[in-house]
C-alpha cells in the first residue's frame, strides 16, 4: 500500500509538472506573438461612435488575471475597468473628429464607487458640452449605471426592461448565532465607539452607534446621488419615481419600461436593433452585429496614451485592501507601494508627489510601511498631495496623513479613524466534537493566543493595550496632518465614517476635486506650471500578456455572462452580497490580527473580492480549526 501511495505522488508530481510546462510554453509563444503585433497607437481606429462597452465594474487600478482560473473558465474572473482610462478616453473623443457620437453600452455594467461613477460622469458632460451626442442603452438600470448614464444626451431602454433605483443601505451578514452554534469564540479588540466592523462577530444586528452612523452616511450619500442626477436631468420626476413607482407602473397600463419613459427617467423605449438604427443615423451604417459604425473602445484607449511632455508629476497608487508584503495591482501592498515609490525616487524624475487613495483600509503595518515611504520622498522636498478616490477611509485615511492637502469627492468615503483586533478560539467547537486541550505554561504568555483553550486573561489585556496605542498614534497622525487638537480627532474619530461633505466640514479634507486638481496643486507647489506637467504613474503595468488576458476576460464575459436584464441583475444581489461578505469574514480572519479597515464601507464603495465562490464560512472556520 505504501508503494501504491508513493507511485500515485509521483504520477501526480508528474502531471502537474507537465501542465507547469505547458502553461510556460503557451503563455510564451503568446508574448512572442503579442510582442509582434502592430503598435495600437498605429492602428487606424477609422471613424464612427466611440462604443464604451463596459461589461464588468470601474476601478482605479484594475487587478491581473489569474491564468489559472481563466483556463478553467472560473467566474471568479470579472472584467474590471480602469477610471483613468474611461476618463481619457471621453476627453480625447469630445476634440476627436473621428468619433461622430459616444455609445455607452451599460447593459453588463456592474458599477463604481459613487464618486468614481461622478468623475466619469463629468467626463461624459465635457464630450456633450463638445457638441457630440452621448448615447446610453441597458436592458435595465440600477443606480450605477443610471448615474453614469443620466449624464448622456439620450437614454435609450429595453422595452422588456426596468429602471430599478433603490438607493444606498441594505443589510448585512451577521455570524454571530452560527459561531454559537459551532462553539467559535471571537475575542474583539477595538477602539472607538463606530467602529462597527467586529460587530458582525460578537451582536446580531447593529448597535445603535453603528446605525446612527450608517443611516447618517447612507443619507449623505443618497442625497449627492439625488442632487448629480437632477442635475442632469432636472425634467426628471425622479422624487416622486422611487417613492411610489407603483403609480407611474399603473398608470402605464402595468409596463415598467414605459413607466420609467414617462417619469422622465429615460428618453427612447427600443430594442438593442432600434437602439443600432439610431446610432448608425449619427455615426454611418455598417454590416456589423450593432448595425453602426463602431470605435472598438479597448483600441481607442491605446491609441491615446497618457500625456507626457514637460515636468513628471509622480502619481502614487493605493487602490484595495491595504495588505502586508508584496502583491499584484488591485491590491495595496504595502511592500509593493514602497518599493515602487522608492525606486522611482532613485530616478530623481518627479517634481511632486500626488497620493491616489481608494482603499477602506487594511493592516497597520502595511498602512505604516506606505506612510513611510511616502515621508521619506517628502522629506526630500517633494511636495505631497492626496486625491481621494470612492473610499479612502481607516488605513486609506492613515496614508492619507502624508499629504500637504487633501482633495476628495462629495461622495468620497472617509474617515473611519478607529483600530481593531480580532482573534477567533475554537474551545467551544473541540467540546461538541468530543475534544479537549491542555498544556503547561513557563509564562503568562506561554501558548497565546491559545486558540484551542481560549485567549489567557494577560493576554487580552495585551492586545487591548496594543490596540489603545495603536490607535493614540493614529490620533497623533491626523492632529499634526490637520492641525487639529488630539480631543478634537477624538471627537470624529471613534471609527466613525464620513461622505466628503461632512468630513470637509469637520476638518478631514481641504477641498473638492479630482485627481487631475490634485496634479495641478502639486505643480503650484512644486513652483511649475500646472498647463505644462504631466503625470508620471508610479505603478506596475501589464506585461502583454497580463493584458492580453483582461482584454480576453471581458470579452468571454460578453459572450458567456448572465442574464443581463433588471430581473437577472436583481436576483444575482444576494448571491454578491454573500460572496463580499464570506469575503470580509475571510480578511478578518486570515488578516493581520490589529487592522484599521473599514468595513462599512463594503457595501456603499465595494472593493474586489478573491473570495472563491464555493466558499462559505464553515469553510474558513473548517480551515482555522484545520479540520
Known amino acids: 500500500m505504501r508503494l501504491l501511495r508513493g507511485v500515485w505522488k509521483l504520477l501526480v508530481g508528474v502531471k502537474d509538472a507537465l501542465v507547469l510546462l505547458f502553461m510556460l510554453i503557451f503563455f510564451g509563444l503568446l508574448y512572442t506573438a503579442l510582442s509582434m503585433a502592430p503598435n495600437p497607437a498605429k492602428v487606424n481606429t477609422g471613424s464612427g461612435a466611440l462604443n464604451v462597452e463596459l461589461d464588468g465594474s470601474l476601478v482605479e487600478q484594475p487587478r491581473n488575471i489569474d491564468p489559472v482560473a481563466f483556463l478553467r473558465n472560473s467566474s471568479d474572473v470579472a472584467g474590471e475597468y480602469r477610471l483613468r482610462d474611461l476618463i481619457r478616453a471621453l476627453r480625447a473623443s469630445a476634440t476627436d473628429g473621428s468619433v461622430k457620437a459616444v455609445v455607452l453600452d451599460l447593459d453588463r455594467f456592474t458599477g463604481g464607487g459613487q464618486a468614481s461613477i461622478a468623475e466619469a460622469a463629468s467626463a461624459v458632460d465635457q464630450v456633450r458640452r463638445a457638441g457630440k451626442p452621448v448615447l446610453a442603452f441597458a436592458t435595465g438600470y440600477s443606480d450605477d449605471s443610471y448615474q453614469l448614464a443620466a449624464h448622456a444626451s439620450e437614454i435609450w431602454l429595453d422595452p422588456v426592461g426596468a429602471v430599478m433605483i433603490a438607493g444606498p443601505g441594505g443589510t448585512h451578514l451577521y455570524y454571530k448565532g452560527l459561531l454559537d452554534k459551532l462553539g467559535v469564540t471571537a475575542n474583539v479588540y477595538r477602539v472607538g465607539a463606530f467602529k462597527s466592523a467586529v460587530e458582525p462577530f460578537t451582536r446580531s444586528d447593529q448597535s445603535p452607534e453603528a446605525r446612527a452612523a450608517n443611516q447618517a452616511l447612507v443619507g449623505a450619500l443618497w442625497q449627492r446621488w439625488q442632487q448629480g442626477v437632477a442635475t442632469a436631468r432636472p425634467k426628471a420626476q425622479l422624487a416622486s419615481y422611487v417613492a411610489t413607482p407603483e403609480r407611474y407602473i399603473t398608470a402605464s397600463g402595468g409596463s415598467i419600461a414605459r413607466a420609467a419613459e414617462a417619469a422622465g427617467l429615460v428618453d427612447k423605449l427600443g430594442d438593442r436593433i432600434a437602439f443600432g438604427r439610431r446610432v448608425a443615423e449619427l455615426a454611418g451604417p455598417d454590416?456589423?452585429?450593432d448595425g453602426y459604425r463602431a470605435i472598438d473602445?479597448?483600441?481607442?484607449?491605446?491609441?491615446?496614451?497618457?500625456?507626457?511632455g514637460g515636468g513628471a508629476i509622480g502619481v502614487l497608487t493605493v487602490a484595495g485592501d491595504i495588505v502586508d508584503g508584496e502583491g499584484g495591482p488591485g491590491s495595496a501592498s504595502g511592500d509593493t507601494i514602497a518599493r515602487l515609490l522608492n525606486d522611482e525616487m532613485q530616478k530623481n524624475r518627479i517634481k511632486a508627489l500626488v497620493v491616489r487613495v481608494d482603499?477602506?483600509?487594511?493592516?497597520?503595518?502595511?498602512?505604516?510601511?506606505?506612510?513611510?515611504?511616502?515621508?521619506?520622498?517628502?522629506?526630500?522636498?517633494?511636495?505631497?498631495?492626496?486625491?481621494?478616490?470612492?473610499?479612502?477611509?481607516?488605513?486609506g485615511y492613515w496614508v492619507s496623513t502624508t499629504a500637504d492637502r487633501i482633495y476628495a469627492e462629495p461622495s468620497t468615503i472617509t474617515g473611519s479613524i478607529g483600530v481593531f483586533g480580532i482573534i477567533p478560539t475554537f474551545k467551544g467547537t473541540l467540546e461538541k466534537l468530543g475534544l479537549s486541550a491542555d498544556g503547561v505554561k513557563t509564562t503568562p504568555l506561554s501558548g497565546e493566543p491559545d486558540v484551542l483553550k481560549g485567549t489567557s486573561p494577560e493576554f487580552d489585556r495585551l492586545v487591548q493595550l496594543g490596540v489603545e496605542d495603536i490607535y493614540r498614534r493614529f490620533l497623533g497622525l491626523v492632529s499634526a496632518a490637520r492641525n487639529l487638537?488630539?480631543?478634537?480627532?477624538?471627537?470624529?474619530a471613534q471609527g466613525r465614517v464620513w461622505a466628503g461633505d461632512n468630513a470637509r466640514q469637520i476638518g478631514l479634507?481641504?477641498?473638492?476635486?479630482?485627481?487631475?486638481?490634485?496634479?495641478?496643486d502639486a505643480a503650484r507647489r512644486a513652483k511649475l506650471d500646472p498647463a505644462k506637467v504631466h503625470p508620471l504613474f508610479i505603478e506596475e503595468e501589464p506585461n502583454p500578456v497580463e493584458k492580453w488576458l483582461r482584454d480576453a476576460s471581458r470579452s468571454r464575459d460578453s459572450e458567456q455572462g448572465e442574464g443581463h436584464d433588471a430581473w437577472s441583475f436583481i436576483a444575482a444581489r444576494p448571491r454578491m452580497l454573500m460572496l463580499q461578505a464570506l469575503g470580509d469574514a475571510r480578511s478578518l480572519l486570515d488578516g493581520p490580527a490589529m487592522q484599521v479597515r473599514c468595513l462599512e464601507c463594503g457595501g456603499l464603495a465595494p472593493q474586489p473580492t478573491t473570495i472563491h465562490n464555493d466558499q462559505t464560512l464553515l469553510d474558513l472556520i473548517k480551515a482555522k480549526l484545520d479540520l
Open 287 to 289: 454590416k456589423g452585429a
Open 297 to 308: 473602445y479597448g483600441r481607442y484607449v491605446d491609441s491615446h496614451p497618457e500625456a507626457s
Open 359 to 395: 482603499s477602506p483600509g487594511g493592516s497597520v503595518t502595511a498602512a505604516e510601511r506606505i506612510r513611510s515611504a511616502i515621508m521619506a520622498a517628502k522629506a526630500k522636498g517633494l511636495p505631497v498631495v492626496v486625491s481621494m478616490g470612492s473610499v479612502a477611509a481607516s488605513g
Open 485 to 492: 487638537p488630539v480631543a478634537r480627532v477624538d471627537e470624529i
Open 509 to 520: 479634507i481641504d477641498g473638492f476635486g479630482s485627481l487631475d486638481d490634485a496634479i495641478a
